[in-house]
């Protein structure tokens, strides 16, 4: 899988001004000049995009939108199996569409009278600090295009369906949302590039990998798992640990596959008071010693 806010193919400027997203050569959509030049002028839109004004449209193909109803209704049916109960009263509130993919204006439209948060568009890469020090102002970093159709249920980076059906809903749940801001502010408030990358990977393990006792049974929460049609399906059988933030922000993954390794809080009380609670007050000297701690 991926990280969030990292593993995008790069997007270059090109002496012309044109926009190219560099894909590799094991991408599904890299022998397809179509689909590339969909993804060059998408990219496009997120470069040229000024803030603090309408995020641009991007013209979906009636190819892309059955793409996004195929994932959408899968992805639904495996939520009532395997999704929280917060997560899934979200849904049911913020509406989204499941014939068609939403512009990004609209889930901001849609998002904003329930929890404050608006989406920003990103070409690619954005740097951690500013991808997570943005979400203490209710702003969230998301791609707009949509993976290749030839592969509907898998993408090698985090598409529309991750950054829309996994964490749109999400902070649709004002409880969820109030974790992504704590977050965000911690990711201000700490100084070292070490401290960041532990104030990350707790994000990693919790809103993009995390899982949960609800309704008394393993359920999932975090992004990564609910817009992942395979790994939605895999990770009762993960090697599932006791919510640590000593250990989640010093446990190495790999990006590339199915998450071997999550921690599972005991309930949604549970995630807010130790993981809520570290955000809210930690620095470089308390990462410090549970780093320390953790060795």
């Given amino acids: 899988m991926f990280e969030e806010a990292q593993y995008f193919a790069p997007v270059a400027t090109r002496d012309d001004g044109t926009v190219e997203v560099e894909l590799a050569a094991s991408h599904p959509g890299f022998a397809d000049p179509v ?32 793409v996004w109803a195929l994932v959408s209704r899968e992805l639904a049916t495996k939520h009532r199996v395997y999704a929280t109960a917060e997560y899934l009263d979200a849904v049911e509130r913020l509406g989204l569409p499941g014939d068609r993919i939403p512009q990004l204006q609209e889930v901001s439209e849609l998002l904003y009278p329930l929890t404050g948060f608006r989406y920003i ?9 500013e991808f997570y020090g943005v979400l203490a102002d209710g702003f969230f970093h998301s791609t707009q295009y949509i993976r290749h159709h ?38 201000r408030r700490v100084e070292s590039d070490a401290a960041l990358e532990f104030v990350s990977k707790v994000f990693w393990f919790t ?7 609800d309704q008394d049974e393993l359920r999932a929460y975090g992004a990564g798992i609910l817009s992942s049609y395979g790994e939605i399906e895999e990770f009762r059988g993960m090697d599932i640990r006791p919510l640590d933030i000593a250990r989640m922000g010093t446990t190495q993954y790999d990006i590339t596959k199915y998450q ?6 005991d309930s949604l009380d549970h995630l807010e008071d130790v993981v809520g609670g570290f955000w809210a007050t930690c620095d470089d000297e308390s990462i410090a010693r549970l780093v320390a701690d953790a060795r």
């Fill in 35 to 66: 689909y590339r030049a969909r993804r060059n002028a998408i990219a496009a839109l997120a470069v040229d995009y000024v803030p603090g004004t309408p995020i641009p449209t991007a013209e979906y193909t009636l190819q892309e939108h059955e």
């Fill in 121 to 129: 568009p990103a070409a690619g890469l954005v740097p951690l600090r």
């Fill in 150 to 187: 030839s592969t509907p249920l898998y993408t090698p980076e985090p598409d529309v369906v991750h950054e829309v059906i996994g964490h749109a809903n999400s902070l649709a749940s004002d409880r969820y949302a109030r974790l992504y801001r704590v977050a965000g502010e911690a990711a």
């Fill in 207 to 213: 809103l993009e990998f995390g899982v949960m006792t």
């Fill in 260 to 265: 071997d390794v999550l921690f599972r809080a």
